[in-house]
Structure formats: C-alpha cells, structure tokens
C-alpha cells in the first residue's frame, strides 16, 4: 500500500511510504505514478521517499496531490500485486506577508538628489510600482528587493537657508 503526508504547506516536502503485508526477501522497487522510486530494503516492511513541493505560487492558494503505485517489482514473492488506490496530500498556501519600507537621503546639497529607496522584505515575483506622493515612480524588479529613483532638488535660493523635504 501506498501512504503519504496528509497535509503540508506549500515549499515542503510530500513523506512517501510504501508498505508491503510481508518483508521481502530481496530489495523491492515501488515506481509511483509521479515518477519516484521507493526501494524496500530485504528483509524489511516499509520503504520512504520524501518528494519537494514547489514552493509559494501566488496565484495558486493550495491544491491536492494524488499518488499511485504504478509498478512493484522484487522481494522474492509469489504473488506481488500492488494496490493502485491514491495516496492524496493537502498543499496549503503559504502566506506571502512582504513588507515595504521608503527610505531617502538624509542629507544633500541644495540643488543635488534626493535618493529615495523601497525596499520588499521579500523578492517580487512580478515587478512592483511604488508611486510616492511628489509623484516619482519607483519600480522594483521581478525577483529583486530594491528600486530605486533620483528627484532632483531645487538650485541655491539665497533667501532660504534649508529645509526638509517629506515624501
């Protein structure tokens, strides 16, 4: 017979078992239908596989997993027949929280750059637009953490001796 994890998370690992009513004599080979092999040492019961999920797909919020037994060969029997009813196993959504912090230059020269930086706490899987409230634009690359924009600050004014900017 075949077992499996009943419920893991999206990125884990699917626990494969396969089981035999007797101990084989010689190794046992147990193909399952996603195409792992699980090898049942002689003189033992049980054999395990552990199968990667595909890690945290945002636009999938879960799904099920059904496994068989496809062929069984080895272990010295009269008679091996496998039964062919599915392992299933639950993926659960991961929750993707990512945070977003602005950050800027803290000091310049009039008529210099403000540096203005987002930055995700985790890599964007698509790009992102971080419109800030002077109306720049940031754009953060898919797979990157970091975007970046110039906003050119106005030259000396002699009746202004500094100031701060807010965005």
């Known amino acids: 017979t075949l077992s499996a994890s009943e419920t893991i998370t999206e990125g884990g690992s699917i626990v494969y078992t396969a089981t035999l009513t007797n101990a084989a004599q010689t190794p046992v080979t147990v193909t399952l239908s996603n195409g792992s092999v699980i090898t049942i040492a002689a003189g033992e019961t049980t054999g395990t596989i552990a199968v990667e999920t595909s890690p945290n797909d945002v636009y999938n919020n879960g799904s099920t997993v059904s496994t068989t037994i496809t062929g069984a060969t080895g272990g010295n029997f009269e008679n091996l027949v496998p ?10 959504d991961s929750v993707d929280n990512t945070g977003l912090t602005l ?37 953060i690359a898919a797979g990157e953490t970091t975007g970046s924009v110039n906003v050119e600050t106005l030259a000396n004014d002699v009746y202004n001796n500094g100031s701060t900017v807010s965005t």
């Open 83 to 92: 039964d062919t009813t599915p392992a299933v196993t639950t993926i659960t």
């Open 103 to 139: 950050s800027a230059s803290e000091t310049i020269t009039e008529g210099g750059s403000i540096v203005y930086t987002a930055t995700l706490t985790n890599a964007a899987q698509t790009p992102v637009t971080v419109t800030l409230s002077n109306g720049s634009v940031i754009t």
